[in-house]
T-cell receptor
């Protein structure tokens, strides 16, 4: 079945540092890939997505490229801010008669940015 | 444009009780999915409702049931609560009609359930 594996946290960074969160996936079909972010005490917010191989999703300075050859969707940001402190979830969804787009999530990576 | 809303925000129940959580989807969305997020973990898919029927179900027991109304809002019911049901319950909505691969799910703020 489908699954998502992402690097464990917490990841602690200083402000303006470069952030990378690794995410790899296993899927039988051609899933769409997502990064969601969860701030303390809140629900999930979509950060970015990519629907096919070589697509690059980007938003708020974050980027991730759908790499089919390495089954990866690593999240990057060039210069983090304290406000980026949150838990980041990598997820995939399939679409078909037996899937209907349900999301499968990784365990989440907590990011802590210090001033 | 209101996003996905959920009620209540917090709930405390005791073992064996029953609970009902509610969700209103984002305007224009017709499909509602429910997820359970235990502390420190990623969300797990419970089930999805479309056209007032359960279309897909995750690996959850029959104690978890749901309903979708004609206005697309949805309820999640959990019977015979266990301590392990303590979690954040998230509702997500999307539009299936005309949708397909890449359809994005938008999440509500969640209902935090504590079972004592």
């Amino acid at each position: 079945g489908n699954s998502v594996t992402q690097m464990e946290g917490p990841v602690t960074l200083s402000e303006e540092a470069f952030l990378t969160i690794n995410c790899t996936y296993t899927a039988t079909g051609y899933p769409s890939l997502f990064w969601y972010v969860q701030y303390p005490g809140e629900g999930l917010q979509l950060l970015l997505k990519a629907t096919k191989a070589d697509d690059k999703g980007s938003n708020k300075g974050f980027e991730a490229t759908y790499r089919k050859e390495t089954t990866s969707f690593h999240l990057e940001k060039g210069s983090v801010q304290v406000s980026d402190s949150a838990v980041y979830f990598c997820a995939l969804s399939d679409w078909g008669r037996f899937s209907w787009g349900k999301l499968q999530f990784g365990a989440g990576t907590q990011v802590v940015v210090t001033p | 444009d209101a996003g996905v809303t959920q009620s209540p925000t917090h709930l405390i129940k005791t073992r064996g009780q029953q609970v009902t959580l509610r969700c209103s989807p984002k305007s224009g969305h017709d499909t509602v999915s429910w997820y359970q997020q235990a502390l420190g973990q990623g969300p797990q898919f419970i089930f999805q409702y479309y056209e007032e029927e359960e279309r897909q179900r995750g690996n959850f027991p029959d104690r978890f049931s749901g309903h979708q109304f004609p206005n697309y809002s949805s309820e999640l019911n959990v019977n015979a609560l266990l301590l392990g049901d303590s979690a954040l319950y998230l509702c997500a909505s999307t539009r299936t009609s005309g949708g397909g691969p890449g359809g994005t799910q938008y999440f509500g703020p969640g209902t935090r359930l504590l079972v004592l």
